[in-house]
């Protein structure tokens, strides 16, 4: 199987390493310093789960460089899916599958805009990783794994593939009959990320602090309670399972959009708190806390973007 990664940061990066690792024929997309390091040197994953090198990868700083994938993981923030999707249109074939991993629940929806709808998956992936220095990536708590499947739910001959595929590459993967509900349980809990950055905490201050635990309660509830409005399949404990795994979270993590609201980076609120707003007004369903989030955020986020 041919496969493409389309940005080779901490999630591109570290799941198109393993999958060389296994052998297969990987191109990864990068840019700038980190494409040069990965070209000259190979790609270098620091994993609490053993560290290695991959020295079989090839490298590329452009997506029109694609020759026919079979298989298009896209590991770039939310905020440029859209953009990429773009590119993507000029190299996918009938029999190439587009999986994003993106943060939210519009990524599928966004790349059925510029790519025919029967090409595209659902999908996302669980991870705490990021770049450390070009041609290095930093896999530093959970067990990666990445979530999949056809949005009617049938496990397709495709996705069985996928899943072999995985599985050689000893990636914890699961083939889901139902991507709608995993994509927003997972929705639920990144949303949390938001609330990091305004209150500048690490998870491990925000869970353990009473006033922003109870403000993290809330928000979840909220995005939980939209779930429930708009019909979809989540069971309402899912809610405390969430919690107690944000409990379980390195005490002193905090999340890409965390740090990129920090740095001054464009950031995927948008597609996070943005997107609970958004559907909130459209539903009729109240989220305050979202919504203090989100309008805290978005001067900086503008100021990122250089908007006025």
């Known amino acids: 199987m041919k496969i493409a990664v389309i940005g080779a940061g901490g999630v591109g990066g570290y799941f198109g390493a393993k999958l060389a690792q296994a052998g297969y024929d990987v191109t990864l997309v990068a840019r700038g ?19 290695f090198t991959v020295k079989n990868i090839n490298v590329t700083n452009s997506i029109s460089n694609l020759n026919a994938p079979d298989l298009v993981i896209l ?6 899916v859209a953009e990429v999707a773009k590119e993507l249109s000029a190299v996918v074939t009938p029999r190439t599958t587009v999986l994003p991993l993106q943060n939210g629940v519009l990524a599928a ?3 059925s805009q510029h790519i025919n709808p029967s090409n595209v998956i659902g999908g996302l992936c669980r991870i705490i990783s990021k770049i450390d220095a070009p041609g290095v990536i930093n896999h530093f708590g959970i067990k990666p794994a990445i979530v999949f499947g056809e949005t009617n739910g049938s496990i397709t001959p495709r996705i069985a593939r996928i899943k072999e595929v995985f599985d050689k590459a000893d990636i914890d ?6 991507i709608t509900a995993d994509l927003w349980m997972k929705f639920i809990s990144i949303c949390v990320s ?3 950055a305004v209150s500048k905490t690490n998870y491990g201050e925000l869970t353990t602090t009473p006033e922003t635990r109870e403000l993290m309660i809330e928000l979840l509830t909220e995005v939980y309670n ?4 708009i019909e979809v399949n989540i069971p309402e404990s899912f809610l405390g399972k969430t919690i107690a795994f944000i409990d379980s979270y390195p005490p002193e993590s905090t999340s890409s959009l965390t740090r990129d609201v920090w740095e ?3 950031s995927e609120i ?3 708190n943005g997107t609970v707003v958004k559907l909130g007004q459209k539903h009729g369903v109240p989220t305050p806390v979202n919504r203090f989030v989100y309008n805290c955020i978005l001067p900086m986020e503008k100021r990122a973007r250089g908007i006025k």
């Open 33 to 51: 310093e980190h494409h040069n390091a990965i070209k000259s040197n190979g790609l270098v994953v620091k994993s609490i789960l053993g560290n």
């Open 75 to 80: 590991g770039v923030k939310a905020w440029q």
């Open 109 to 111: 929806e966004e790349l």
């Open 173 to 178: 993967s699961k083939a889901s009959t139902d």
């Open 194 to 196: 938001g609330l990091l």
């Open 226 to 229: 939209l779930s429930q409005k």
């Open 264 to 266: 001054g980076k464009p």
């Open 270 to 272: 948008e597609y996070q």
